[in-house]
């Protein structure tokens, strides 16, 4: 069971160097919530203000400077 899950974190992790390769610079835990939530809104273009999507997301375990750093980081990106 474990053997599957490293495979399809890795696929995962491939498939997002193919798409978004900065993505890994920017979040350095691809698979934490506000990692995914973020990329969820890159994906389906809910918002181009990133600040607004990241900062919901990371509750009080981030600081409005990380929160700033990683928008300023996407929008750079995108």
Known sequence: MSSLYVQAKL???ALLDQVFPAYEE???DL???TALKTL???ISSE???WTEVIRPLTGKSH???WIRAKAEHLDIRS
Request: proline share 0%; net charge positive; hydrophobic share 35%.
């Open 63 to 65: 600081s409005e400077k």
């Open 47 to 49: 918002s181009r203000e």
């Open 31 to 33: 698979f934490s919530l």
């Open 26 to 28: 920017i979040f350095s």
């Open 11 to 13: 696929n995962a992790r």
């Open 40 to 42: 969820q809104a890159c």
